[in-house]
């Protein structure tokens, strides 16, 4: 236990680079998830060019970040997307990328089983096509299914079925886990976040008391399922998860968007937790320098959750959860497992709360094509 304290703390203090970035290629998406942290849609003029990207690439392997998180938008719109994959193996730095599957056809699957060290993970928001359509769009089900399909058919190996949990999917678990042995897949499970689009369905999608809970037990019995930092706020109700188990914003994770600017983490994309452009000095300049990631690698107040013996365990939960719920720092998760989260937006009545500041969300629904 004492060595697990002591590698927390030097995590809190911040590393001299991250162990998990974030890379948003591109705003453009095809489709519209009423959840999309980064509130994506539209492509952005001003995203870096492919000359800048491939700059970008060989500093992160300069700074020996030995895999990034590729994802947008939909990262595979971007023309240049296997040209930049292909650049990142070459310099040594693996690509873990996050897609919603409907470009991946027979020939780009087969394109994608030639490339090594490349992870991919391909997202549904239901264990059928209703509950996840709901969320993705008309049609994205099968479009992903389509590209699980080509991927095991090209050989490609073994890949990841991403699933956000919500009110609806917290409860298809078992499904899940059967969906992704039949493909020799492993499930990543992440946490619904109130950031971007999310903000405005948090209340209604995000999982009640209860299910969290059925979600730590149902964990706990599954150490191999994958939750990266995702539920460390859940950690409180005893043994902890498998993962970071803290928030690593700005001290272990960040995220470069699609136009260069850094962010303290990918949930958090509002200019009160952007650290700088990468257009201006480069990206280690604002990994070492930014004031605001200094700031968040000093030790925390914990605040209201000082009291409670749990604190140690969940550190008073998610920064972006609290932002964008209107919550303050000091203020415990909203979804703390004991309610004070409940409470405390009880007590606070919030009736307007902070929106992702870029927004390039398309205003017209998505229906993908059957075939």
Request: proline share 4%.
């Amino acid at each position: 236990m004492g060595a697990e304290s002591s590698l927390r703390n030097r995590f809190e203090r911040g590393l001299t680079a991250p162990i998990c970035l974030t890379w948003e290629l591109t705003y453009a998406c095809n489709l519209a998830c009423t959840h999309c942290l980064s509130s994506s849609g539209r492509r952005d003029p001003r995203e870096l060019t492919t000359a800048e990207a491939k700059v970008l690439i060989r500093e992160i392997a300069a700074m020996q970040i030995f895999y990034v998180n590729i994802g947008g938008g939909e990262p595979m719109i971007r023309s240049d997307f296997f040209e930049l994959v292909e650049h990142a193996v070459n310099q040594h730095v693996g690509v873990k990328f996050s897609t919603n599957g409907t470009r991946i056809d027979r020939n780009a699957a087969r394109r994608l089983a030639s490339i090594d060290y490349l992870d991919i993970q391909i997202s549904i928001d239901g264990a059928d096509a209703s509950t996840s359509d709901r969320i993705r769009g008309v049609g994205s089900y099968d479009a992903a299914r389509r590209a699980m399909d080509n991927l095991r058919d090209a050989n490609f190996g073994q890949f990841k079925i991403s699933v956000v949990m919500t009110k609806e999917s917290v409860e298809q678990l078992d499904d899940f886990e059967v969906l992704a042995k039949s493909y020799g897949a492993e499930l990543r499970l992440t946490r619904l976040r109130p950031s971007g689009r999310g903000v405005e369905v948090w209340s209604e999608l995000h999982p009640t008391l209860e299910q969290n809970r059925q979600l730590y037990r149902w964990l706990l019995e599954r150490p191999n399922v994958l939750t990266g930092d995702s539920f460390f706020h859940l950690s409180a109700l005893g043994s902890p998860l498998e993962g970071l188990n803290l928030c690593g914003a700005g001290r272990v994770v960040c995220l470069i968007d699609p136009v260069g600017d850094v962010y303290a983490c990918p949930f958090v994309i509002h200019d009160e937790f952007l650290a700088g452009n990468i257009r201006d000095a480069g990206f280690a300049a604002v990994w070492s320098d930014s004031e605001l990631f200094r700031s968040l690698r000093e030790p925390g107040n914990p605040g209201a959750c000082a009291s409670c013996g749990s604190f140690d365990a969940c550190r008073g939960g998610c920064m972006a959860a609290k932002f964008f719920t209107g919550l303050e720092m000091s203020d415990p998760d909203p979804e703390c497992v004991f309610g004070y989260g409940e409470t405390a937006l009880a007590a606070k009545r919030v009736s307007i709360r902070p929106i992702s500041s870029p927004d390039h969300s398309r205003k017209i629904p998505v229906t993908l094509s059957s075939r």
